[in-house]
């Protein structure tokens, strides 16, 4: 109600409304009659007033009913009040302005005054030791709170089992003996120090207690066996935590810039998280429960913290451990059955690592860049990433459970002790200093291995090959960037190899390859990458007429490559006879057809970047019945391409600057690019005419084709949705 006639109104409901067990109401005035008027409804058990003036202000308002259980009075201005409810059990009072309240409640249990500021001390202590049956009380920002009162309190209300005393400055519980407390809260008392952690301690029934913002607070030392929850926030000058309860459960500490040494032992607490805690140095654990641990930020910590977590150090079910940032960490050692996950991210010191956790199954090495020794033995992992530390020079892998391990990137390492006989796939990508018995010793104790990337690893050699005999399922092998001159070892053990990398082997000569297009080896190869290499023109064309196995092939940046013409057969061009349309030159009746040529397999053809090809001819003959891409990106002297292919679906041919005639019967072909090539209108329109499902067209920057031409592009092609031009797309 929030009309000015709110006593009016209110005085004709409890006239007509005399068995009403709920009354609330506010903003407004309440005259002295309502209260007197009350005693007539007698089946009235609650009474809620928020907001109101009772009375004229200055006269004292009675409350007198015989039913009445819940009574509130929140934010309500009046000089005094007095309240005589037989049966009331749950009083408020909260933020009203009253200098005094008499009661006498004998069954009053909760009692709150918090934040009313005009009540003394003489009258706070009247009325809480009025209620013998008192067991909650809240007299937060209450500043004339003294110790004398709570003194009397803890004489008077021996049931008492809630106290909230925040923002109390005057307190100290100096010789307070409150024996039956469970909930103590003492937020922002200035008064609360170390010394009176001597009365809390009498408190054997505490359960929960907080202590945020206690300024001069220094050091809290408890051995309290009911204790579940603790907190203890933003005090700045807290230095020591000695915690014993074997019930404890919770703990919040945070932002306590001064804490150096936490010591707690208890047997119920599972999670614990000391985030940020800058000078924290000495930490003591006897937590047979605990079993996530957070350290982060904990910049202070030194190596002896490895000894907490570690089997005998107080924590036996420890699965997780986070100590993101603690930057004073340098050798660290774990040995723990029961460790599960580890962080260790942005410990930016540690040179040594060293864990013995036959059940770890994650580490997070994020950031831990000057690692230099370690050792995995046992662990659980399925999955390391190592490639994150450039300075590791030993290491030491015993996961019976690992099937990936990446080194990418570890450059210095030249010892490594690698024994996963799950191992599925390993990339030593730069690790130049790998050798090859470290490459012997590692197929040996990973016979699994099916993708093996040895990518600029120079000092591994035909020793290292032989070794790959190990490993029957190894599938993907990349070689790039090696001084290989011999591959022989490889034709002869990586018979179920698929994929073979060999991208800048400057050191293979032309015929190095020779067992692929002469003696058929490897013949489940499917994918093969010659890029940047020194092949002559011959051995690609070989290459090129012989193995009809390769799904993918690439030959990007190839420099003795000169043309692509799969239009010749025994050195003259085959021709095709003049009355075969488009159509049908795809049907199978009338591809040519050799029982000593089969269809190629190829899928996929790079040769982006070739500088000196000038033609690429590709006509049914080929039988390139499968390719469905073919990228000549960068070919800046290629200036024929003449393409028949029945599934091509993407061709690129940007940036090839010398390209003057395009002849394409592709009619599956979806996407074009011909991006800033020198090439003009009425070619283009003559071979997309086509190719019926272009769908995609980028002519940007090329400088005989402008943006009024779109429109004959589209005539010649209806099927193009997309044409992208140097000045707009449509």
Not at 382 to 387: I, P, Q
Request: proline share 4%.
């Amino acid at each position: 109600m929030v009309l000015p006639s709110i006593h009016l109104l209110v005085m004709k409901a409890v006239s007509s409304l005399r068995n009403l067990e709920t009354l609330t109401l506010g903003k407004g005035q309440l005259g002295d009659s309502f209260f007197h008027a009350l005693g007539d409804c007698s089946m009235l058990k609650n009474l809620n007033v928020n907001d109101a003036t009772l009375g004229n202000g200055i006269q004292e308002i009675p409350i007198n009913h015989d039913r009445l259980c819940h009574l509130q009075l929140t934010k309500c201005r009046v000089m005094r009040i007095s309240v005589r409810c037989p049966r009331l059990e749950n009083l408020s009072l909260k933020r009203s302005n009253m200098a005094q309240a008499m009661l006498n409640c004998p069954l009053l249990r909760l009692l709150d005054i918090g934040s009313c500021h005009k009540l003394t001390d003489a009258a706070i202590r009247s009325a809480a030791i009025s209620c013998p049956q008192l067991a909650s009380l809240d007299m937060s920002n209450c500043s004339c709170v003294t110790d004398e009162t709570l003194r009397e309190i803890s004489l008077t209300c021996a049931n008492l089992h809630i106290l909230n005393a925040s923002y109390c400055p005057n307190i100290s519980l100096e010789s307070v003996r409150l024996s039956m407390l469970t909930i103590l809260k003492l937020h922002s008392c200035e008064g609360i120090t170390s010394a009176s952690m001597s009365a809390i301690m009498h408190s054997y029934m505490l359960e929960v207690l907080e202590l945020d913002n206690c300024s001069l607070l220094t050091s809290v030392s408890l051995d309290l066996p009911r204790l579940q929850n603790i907190r203890l926030v933003h005090c700045r000058k807290f230095a020591d935590l000695n915690l014993r309860s074997i019930m404890l459960s919770s703990i919040m500490v945070s932002n306590c810039p001064a804490l150096h040494r936490i010591n707690i032992t208890s047997n119920s607490l599972q999670k614990l998280a000391l985030k940020k805690q800058e000078n924290l140095t000495t930490l003591a654990l006897q937590c047979q429960s605990l079993q996530e641990m957070d350290l982060t930020d904990c910049e202070s910590l030194t190596n002896s913290i490895c000894d907490v977590f570690s089997d005998g150090g107080g924590c036996p079910k420890l699965k997780s451990l986070v100590l993101d940032n603690c930057e004073s960490l340098t050798a660290v050692r774990f040995c723990s059955t029961s460790l599960v996950s580890l962080s260790l991210v942005g410990c930016r010191a540690i040179t040594a690592l060293d864990l013995a956790c036959p059940s770890l199954e994650l580490v997070c090495l994020d950031g831990c860049d000057h690692l230099e020794k370690a050792s995995f033995c046992p662990v659980a992992l399925r999955l390391l990433n190592l490639g994150i530390c450039p300075k590791l020079n030993m290491l030491s892998i015993e996961a019976p459970f690992m099937v990936s391990l990446e080194l990418k990137g570890c450059g210095v390492l030249s010892e490594a002790t690698i024994n996963c006989p799950l191992l599925a796939s390993l990339d030593a990508s730069f690790c130049s200093q790998l050798k090859d018995d470290c490459l012997s010793a590692t197929t040996a104790s990973c016979p699994l291995i099916g993708s093996l990337i040895l990518m600029s690893c120079p000092s591994v050699g035909s020793d290292g090959l032989f070794s790959l005999r190990r490993l029957p399922h190894l599938t993907v092998l990349d070689l790039s960037y090696t001084f290989l001159m011999n591959l022989q070892p490889v034709f002869d053990t990586c018979l179920q190899l698929k994929v073979l990398k060999l991208q800048a082997c400057k050191y293979l000569t032309d015929t190095s390859l020779e067992p692929l297009y002469k003696d058929g080896a490897l013949p489940a190869l499917q994918e093969l990458d010659l890029s940047y290499g020194t092949l002559c023109q011959s051995a690609i064309e070989k290459l090129l007429a012989c193995c009809r196995h390769l799904t993918h092939l690439s030959l990007n940046g190839c420099v003795n490559m000169h043309d692509l013409n799969w239009g010749c057969s025994g050195g003259e061009l085959y021709e095709f006879p003049s009355k075969f349309s488009s159509a049908a030159v795809f049907s199978h009746e009338n591809l040519p057809v050799s029982t000593e040529q089969p269809n190629r397999l190829l899928q996929n053809l790079n040769c982006v970047g070739c500088p000196n090809i000038r033609k690429v001819v590709i006509p049914p003959v080929a039988r390139c019945l499968l390719l469905s891409s073919l990228n000549l990106s960068l070919s800046s002297n290629l200036k024929e391409v003449d393409v028949v292919c029945f599934n091509l679906c993407f061709l690129n041919l940007s940036n090839c600057c010398s390209l003057e005639m395009l002849k394409l019967e592709c009619p599956r072909l979806t996407s074009l690019f011909l991006q800033s090539c020198n090439i003009d209108e009425e070619t283009v329109e003559a071979a997309i005419s086509q190719c019926g499902m272009l769908e995609t067209l980028d002519v940007r920057f090329c400088q005989k084709i402008c943006s009024i031409s779109m429109g004959g592009l589209r005539a010649a092609c209806p099927s193009l949705k997309r044409i992208f031009s140097s000045l707009s797309a449509s």
